[in-house]
C-alpha cells in the first residue's frame, strides 16, 4: 500500500536558480513519513513521553528532475521491508507521473540511551 502526501513548492525552498533545494527533498520525506506514521495511529508525543523515538539510520537518494518553485508534488511512502526494530522505506517524490527523487530510508526506533527498541505494534503490523 502506498501512502500520499501532497506537499507546495514554496519559494523558501528554492535556490537562488528557482530550483528546489537539494536538502529540502529530504524535509519533504520527512513530512510524507511522519503524515504515514500519524495515519497508522502513532502518536510520537506519546511514544516520545513513553522512552522511544524514531531515527533514521540510513538514506539512498537519488535525484532524477528538479521540482520548481509552486509545483504541486506528491511524496510517495511505501514499506520495502520491515523487521521488529528496523523499517525500511521507498519514497518517491512525484510532479504528476514524473518521478523526481526517490530515497530508501532505513529507521529505527530506539529508547533514550540510543539503544535499539521495538517498532510500535501499528507499524509492525503494516
Known amino acids: 500500500m502506498t501512502h500520499e502526501f501532497p506537499v507546495r513548492v514554496y519559494y523558501e525552498d528554492t535556490d537562488l536558480a528557482g530550483i528546489v533545494y537539494y536538502a529540502n527533498y529530504l524535509k519533504f520525506i520527512e513530512r510524507g513519513r511522519s503524515e504515514w506514521v500519524r495515519g497508522l495511529g502513532v ?3 506519546a511514544m516520545k513521553a513513553s522512552g522511544v523515538v524514531f531515527a ?3 538514506v539512498e537518494a537519488d ?3 528538479p521540482a520548481r518553485y509552486d509545483d504541486a508534488l506528491v511524496i ?3 514499506v520495502e521491508k520491515l523487521t ?4 525500511v522505506v521507498r519514497q518517491g517524490v512525484m510532479r504528476g507521473a ?3 527523487f526517490e530515497a530508501l530510508v ?3 526506533a530506539i529508547d533514550q540511551n540510543g539503544k535499539p527498541a521495538r517498532l510500535p505494534a501499528n ?3 503494516t
Open 43 to 45: 502518536d510520537q508525543v
Open 56 to 58: 533514521v539510520r540510513r
Open 63 to 65: 535525484y532524477f528532475m
Open 76 to 78: 510517495e511512502t511505501r
Open 84 to 87: 521488529g526494530a528496523r523499517l
Open 98 to 100: 514524473d518521478l523526481l
Open 106 to 108: 532505513t529507521i529505527v
Open 123 to 125: 507499524i509492525r503490523a
